[in-house]
């Protein structure tokens, strides 16, 4: 039985694949915090919330596609001191999208808002920026991946503008200050950085709608993470940074108009999936 056309048409298809292999590849093979608790009740907590919402908001059907990502995504890149805090974020994240709202449209990142309230928040919450390693192979699998889904969301602009200009920062940093060139290549070998780039800020929901809007918005957020970085010494700059200027994305739709992404999805289903 052959799937429909629009199940491969949908990026979201891809991505929860993507990030379930990810997931299951961390559990099995690496040490570098995910544990199996933690993360069925960031996916629990976050499909239960959706579909609360979804209840609440009387949209026409539960979609457990955009939760699963979510619930995904906060089980890789979260880490906390206490299982209960998975659930909260969560619940954090999937209630941002039904209520940080602006003509339709989602403000934040939902996993991103989430890991950032906790990080300002509660105790015992954290980012490690080298969690996945650095190893070239793993690199190669991420970026493999990652273009698989951002071929099909057509947001690949976003993301290879973002990192070629996190990367040009690094480098300019460290021709400034005379360190070898091997220091900033390995920073940007860093796992989670593949992931903010290629799974997080190419969120096509919560994106520029036009090219250009999204060249600047990349620009911005590489930029105000640098500064956060190296600056103020903010571990956590990426996902700051994001969450600040995610507001500027109103500005820049109103100013440069393009047409708004949407899933390849039946016309049927609810505005705040």
């Known amino acids: ?128 920026p080298g969690q996945w390693g650095s190893a070239v192979w793993f690199a190669a699998l991420l970026c493999f991946l990652a273009i698989l889904v951002l071929s099909a969301a057509r947001r690949a602009d976003v993301a290879i503008f973002f990192f070629l200009s996190h990367a040009a920062l690094l480098l300019a940093r460290a021709w400034w200050l005379g360190d070898p060139l091997a220091i900033p290549l390995h920073q940007l070998q860093s796992g989670s950085l593949l992931i903010f780039t290629f799974f997080m800020i190419s969120d096509p929901r919560t994106t520029p709608d036009s090219r250009l809007g999204r060249f600047i918005f990349a620009l911005a957020v590489a930029a105000l993470a640098h500064y956060l970085a190296f600056f103020l010494q903010m571990r956590p700059a990426l996902y700051v940074a994001l969450i600040a200027l995610s507001p500027l994305i109103l500005l820049i739709d109103r100013v440069l108009p393009a047409q708004r992404f949407q899933w390849a999805r039946p016309a049927m289903q609810g505005a705040h999936q």
């Open 1 to 128: 039985m052959s799937l429909p056309r629009e199940f491969w048409t949908d990026a979201r298809h891809y991505q929860i694949a993507a990030l379930s292999t990810l997931l299951v590849f961390n559990l099995a093979f690496l040490d570098f915090g995910a544990q199996p608790l933690n993360s069925a009740l960031a996916i629990g907590a976050a499909l239960a919330t959706q579909a609360l919402c979804t209840w609440w908001f009387a949209l026409p059907s539960f979609d457990p596609r955009s939760p699963l990502i979510t619930g995904l995504s906060l089980s890789l890149l979260l880490r906390a001191g206490d299982p209960w805090l998975f659930a909260l974020a969560a619940v954090i994240a999937i209630g941002s999208k039904f209520v940080l709202r602006v003509d339709g449209k989602h403000i934040f990142n939902p996993a991103g808002f989430a890991i950032v309230v906790l990080l300002f928040t509660a105790p015992d919450v954290w980012i490690s």
